[in-house]
């Protein structure tokens, strides 16, 4: 049987990480020093071909644009790949397991994993019998 790869920490995931992080850091400081500075300042140090400062707004506007698009789009697909509340299949569907009746209950054995009935749920939560 293939093993499933562990999400434990491990070296490679912590330097990978520590890069990524310092990577977006240095970059997101580069953004802000090239939106703030004045173009006389890059031309001082030698830099003379950069982007236009209408672009510090733009990419920001932009990436904020994507960023509320993932979130209501991921909202949204969630809400449509969900059946409505009284469909049958929150219920029943295709992975649920009816319970094994039991052909010896001497044993001490745990039974199989197996749904409860919906009934039985309502009855346990809902009865108005107190123990």
Known sequence: MPTAPSPSPRPERAVIGFFLYVTSIFTFAIYVLWAYLPNDWFEKIGITYYPHKYWSIAIA????????????GNYLLNNLSIPPLDSISLIHDR???????????????????????LSFVNQVL??????
């Open 95 to 117: 992975h649920t397991r009816k319970p094994q009746d039991l052909i010896s209950s001497e044993t001490d054995a745990i039974p199989p994993v197996s749904d409860l009935d």
């Open 126 to 131: 809902y009865s108005s019998h107190t123990k």
């Open 61 to 72: 506007v932009l990436v904020l644009t994507l960023l509320i698009g993932v979130i209501v």
